[in-house]
Structure formats: structure tokens, C-alpha cells
């Protein structure tokens, strides 16, 4: 019976996404979420992607590179100045796959990002964008979907990579100006403009922060 509430509520979201002009499709493990992304992917197809810990758990950059995809990474250490190489890179790739930090059940994708990377590929650029996304990912509204994000993931994130932020020393969102501020975009994306550009890969476990 849980198998299939999940499996409802991922429906629901996927319908909405159609509406919004993005695809959605609905897998029951992670197992058959790495199936379903490499199907999605064209071979020979360059792969950006955004650090993305959903992905990290799919495992699922090993068997890209297995098969032959070139690789464009943007490590940590090239954020720190703009129009590096490897960011040109990765916004250029055939493919971006990132998760989401949020999506409501309207099908509205909720992110928050700090050096803005993953939400530009998002917004423009790659031809092709991914988005694998965890049950515990999806949310009621956008203003849910922020919460969510600055009360749980921030925190966990801002401890995980030593960002001396409130939510990372305190563990509570201050609406903070700190350099290391991982809050500096909020970006809602509420339709594609261009046709099967955006597909979310909806997953029956949980995923991520």
C-alpha cells in the first residue's frame, strides 16, 4: 500500500508538470531510476551536472563515464571567480542533471543556490535537463518548498562543506548576509518554455537533503 500511495502522489506532481510543459516520469527505487536516466540520456551526449547529492547517491556519474560521456564537473574551487572554464563547460553540455531542492505538488520547482551555477543550467543553456527527485522533496507549496530548504537542507549542507553561515554554526536560518551565504538566488520555476527540455525523474525513495 505504500508502494502505491507513492506512486499516486508522484502522479499527481507528473501531471502537473505536464501542464507546465516539463515531463515527469515516476520510478520505484533508485535501481530503476538509473535505468530510466541513462535511457533519457543520447549516447556521445556531454554531461554537466551540479553537484547535485541525489545524484551522488544514484551513483549514477560512474556508469556515465563507463559509457563513454564526457564529463564536465565544476568543482567547488572554481566558484570562486566567474567565467571559469569548467562553468563555461558544464553550461554548454548536452545534458545537466541536477535534483531539486524542492518541488510542490502544482509541479513548481523550488531552488536555492549560492555561486548560481546549477540554477542558470537550469534556467538556459543545456539542451537537456535532468532532474532527479526524491519523495521527501515534494512539498505542499513554494513557500513550504523554501522553508524546507532553509530549515533543513541548508544547515546540513552548510555543516557538510564548513560554511561559517547561522544555519551551518547555529543551525537556524537568519536570512543571513554572510559570505558564504548559500541563499543568494530563489529561483521558482513554474513552466519550460521549450518542449521536453525538463524532465524530473520522480523517485519512490528519499533523496538528498
Not at 556508469?63 to 564537473?73: C, I, N, P, Q, T
Not at 563547460?89 to 535534483?99: E, N, P, R, V
Not at 542558470?120 to 543545456?126: K, N, Q, T, Y
Amino acid at each position: 500500500m505504500l508502494e502505491d500511495a507513492k506512486k499516486r502522489m508522484a502522479e499527481n506532481v507528473i501531471c502537473n508538470l505536464k501542464k507546465r510543459n516539463m515531463e515527469g516520469i515516476y520510478c520505484r527505487d533508485k535501481k530503476e531510476a538509473v535505468e530510466t536516466v541513462l535511457s533519457l540520456i543520447e549516447p556521445g551526449a556531454s554531461i554537466g551536472w551540479g553537484g547535485s547529492a541525489s545524484i551522488r547517491e544514484l551513483g549514477i556519474l560512474a556508469e556515465l563515464e563507463k559509457s563513454g560521456h564526457e564529463m564536465r564537473d565544476y568543482p567547488m574551487k572554481d566558484k570562486e571567480t566567474m567565467g571559469n572554464p569548467s562553468y563555461l563547460g558544464s553550461c554548454s553540455a548536452d545534458c545537466f542533471l541536477m535534483g531539486t531542492n524542492a518541488i510542490t505538488v502544482k509541479g513548481e520547482l523550488v531552488n536555492i543556490d549560492g555561486a548560481g551555477n546549477r540554477v542558470a543550467c537550469l534556467i538556459h543553456g543545456p539542451k537537456q535537463v535532468i532532474i532527479v527527485v526524491g519523495m521527501n522533496k515534494i512539498v505542499r507549496s513554494i513557500e513550504d518548498g523554501i522553508d524546507r530548504i532553509q530549515t533543513q537542507a541548508c544547515p546540513i549542507i552548510a555543516d557538510a562543506t564548513g560554511r561559517k553561515t547561522p544555519c551551518g554554526v547555529k543551525g537556524v536560518c537568519m536570512d543571513c548576509q554572510s559570505p558564504d551565504c548559500m541563499c543568494c538566488s530563489i529561483v521558482v520555476t513554474r513552466r519550460s518554455r521549450y518542449d521536453g527540455r525538463i524532465k524530473g525523474v520522480i523517485v519512490g525513495d528519499n533523496l538528498g537533503y
